[in-house]
């Protein structure tokens, strides 16, 4: 049982209450000292209300590719989870599964580092993998409002749908993560799954919420995926040297008895030899794998 609060006023603004809600603020008459019903009914109301939300946003994003963005944009949005949410907890999601997968997620070959470097190297790639993706997301809008901006006049609108794009992405990257406890066999269904679910969500998307006819939609599609494939690879490029040089440095610091056979001689005998440090995607190299390709 709950206390009354024995108050005829709002205890959040002080307005006047006539009835268990204030006209003012919006704020439920509640007792000044909760009890267990009150805590229990206050967890399965939010539960059940976000779970409903989240199920039908993830419902109408993977199997409707663009109408989410479409309905935000065209101000039916009560029905869904907010797009920067959205994102960020499916983002969260992608790196929980990656953190717990066996082995990891990224795999740096001891051909280049010592075991403990190899380790610290790819914990560096792991960490500022959400900064590249972060920051792709303004590039991927820039790009469709760039072909598309006479359908969609306002850069915002573009955001909008590459945030929606990116939250996408990371439903297959967590399906992967998954299918790769599997093994190898899994990595490969997850890599056979990911490629054309991508690329066909990809020109959907755009025919539906830009809606041109198909041949436009199909340049302007390649041309966006491919522009925006080339400043993917250079961040990942960039991302990798900054983690090496961030893993040298800490390297010098340990000293030469703290991490044997140096890394420094290493990492300059290898750059001769750029594909060995720069992973089995495609257009990468050998040793340093990520799956699938970001």
């Not at 790639?125 to 991927?140: S, W």
């Not at 929606?164 to 599997?182: E, G, I």
């Amino acid at each position: 049982m709950t206390s009354p609060t024995h108050k005829l006023n709002c205890l959040n603004c002080g307005a006047e209450m006539h009835g268990a809600y204030c006209h003012r603020s919006g704020q439920k008459e509640k007792a000044l000292t909760p009890g267990v019903r009150d805590f229990l009914d206050e967890v399965i109301r939010v539960s059940l209300h976000l779970d409903g939300k989240i199920l039908n946003t993830v419902k109408v994003l993977v199997t409707e590719p663009g109408q989410i963005t479409k309905d935000f944009v065209e101000g039916r949005r009560v029905r869904y989870i907010a797009p920067l949410r959205l994102y960020l907890t499916f983002s969260v999601l992608f790196f929980l599964v990656a953190a717990l997968v066996p082995n990891g997620f990224i795999r740096v070959s001891s051909d280049n580092f010592d075991p403990e470097s190899a380790a610290d190297f790819a914990e560096s790639i792991v960490t500022n993998l959400p900064r590249v993706a972060f920051m792709m997301m303004p590039v991927f809008g820039m790009l469709t409002f760039w072909f598309c901006r006479r359908r969609q006049p306002f850069y915002f609108t573009h955001l909008y749908y590459s945030v929606h794009f990116h939250t996408f992405t990371f439903l297959l990257f967590t399906l992967f993560a998954l299918l790769s406890v599997a093994g190898p066999t899994g990595r490969v269904i997850g890599t056979v799954v990911w490629a054309p679910m991508t690329i066909l969500y990809h020109f959907k998307a755009l025919k539906l919420f830009f809606d041109e006819p198909w041949g436009r939609t199909l340049w302007k599609g390649l041309a966006v995926g491919a522009l925006y494939w080339v400043v993917l690879i250079a961040a990942m490029m960039l991302l990798i040297f900054v983690s090496l040089g961030l893993e040298l440095l800490t390297a010098i610091r340990r000293g030469p008895q703290a991490t044997p056979p140096s890394l420094y001689p290493q990492f300059v005998s290898n750059s001769r030899r750029p594909s060995s440090l720069l992973g089995s995607a495609p257009g990468f190299g050998t040793n340093l794998s990520t799956h699938p390709p970001l």
